[in-house]
DNA sequence: GAGCGTCTATTTGTCTGAGTAATATTCGCT
DNA sequence: AGCGAATATTACTCAGACAAATAGACGCTC
């Protein structure tokens, strides 16, 4: 009962895993690096060996770690890592990820989003479009600094994504919505207040309900480029 | 010991995952189902409960399935699956995968690779136009039917996406690869045989190779349309 | 001395059975 | 009818044993 880390609603093997996946992606082990085996790990974390290995599981089915009989559990080399994985991606922003790693994922928001926002333009139901105005209007009286306007962002980046209709674009959804996430965590810790992002928002919103796929792909185009230039601004703070 | 399916080299957790996630993603089990309670499911399977729990673990590293004391494990929807996951995507092919999703997949190709190709013709090193020239070589050597051949198409395509340096992008390739070892698959089912894709595949090489990268994304744009086509030709068969 | 099969020790993998913790449901009380 | 406590069900955790796989050492053969 040594005070798990993180013990909120996760059970022990998550929490292991979560704490073994943060020491792997932020480099405290590095790849080829071999864990120390079954018994003596789990009696270090003073925890069961099966709480060990369901935590060891969940970590290679994303790829991290790889289990041999006689070898013992090897961190893979990083281009085996499921980098769009949810959680990977959330254990690389729990430490601070590598610069790299951000740029990169701004530079696929950058090729998806205007793509999937020229999708939604010519698919999108009614019903989409009101929802979408919905988050926006939310989004716009809490402001970008509370919980209810980040959390209404992110349900309107969601929403864009599921209004195309295509079920593998859409799951990056999780994926980019964790850049977002940790974009405006930085953002908010800058002095240099950031512009207001609402009228790029509607301009987005105005092209898609409008079915114009040109409009919206150069509006959201837009609007993940000034998002990426203040993720480049806080990343030139540290 | 009543031979467990595709017993290959996978161990007994892996291929319980592996079976379960099959049926789930072919709709044998829909969201919202309950499996039945560790005790009996382990034992209509025939195996211990750790080693179905292991299972268990996988596929809820994978947003597949959910666990809840006194609930049990349910199927989530579908929206919180990792679709972009290697596995689940495999698992997909494995049963015949939903039209949808194979539209969905190479609509992302349409917008992925050719954005990438552009990328890769401004950053690739000379050592990777080597190692693209040699993939493309075995490849027209092999043919598209050997194994080597398909294996070098592959490669071609994950060389040009390393080539990126972006390594979310990249991450994207085993989840695209995917869709190409499944539509190779197909094609060589189909009597009328394929157009000979190599000098595509030329045109690709040629552009990042020359640093083009408008060339490299129009040529790119072109290799995944037409195979995106000979797909779709596929999908009208069955 | 080189090559090749065997033997062994180490590590993960699997099994069993017990007890704990969490929580949806039910029941009784107000 | 609403609310709070008891209950039953389920996953969760633990402990210890045995099985299977395999990297590396060893010894044998030629």
Redesign the interface.
Known sequence: RPGRRKAGKERL?GSI?HQLGVEIVSGRHQPGDILSNEIEFSERLQVSR?AY??AV??L????LVESRPRVGTRVTE??R???????VLAWFFEAEPAR??VE??F??RM??EP??AA?AAERRTGAQVEAMREALQIMERAGLKSEAGQSADRDFHQLVL?AT????????AS?IGAGVRWTTFYKSRKHKLPPDPMPEHWAVFDAIAAGDAGGARQAMDVLVANSRAQAADALEDR
Do not use: Q
């Not at 290679?60 to 790829?63: L, P, R, V, Y």
């Open positions: 093997h895993a099966s290995r369901e599981r969940i290679a089915a994303k790829g990083m281009n890592w499921n980098l769009l994985d949810p959680d790299a790693l990169g994922l530079e696929l090729i998806v793509a999937a999708l599921d209709g295509n079920a593998p674009l859409a799951s990056l994926t």
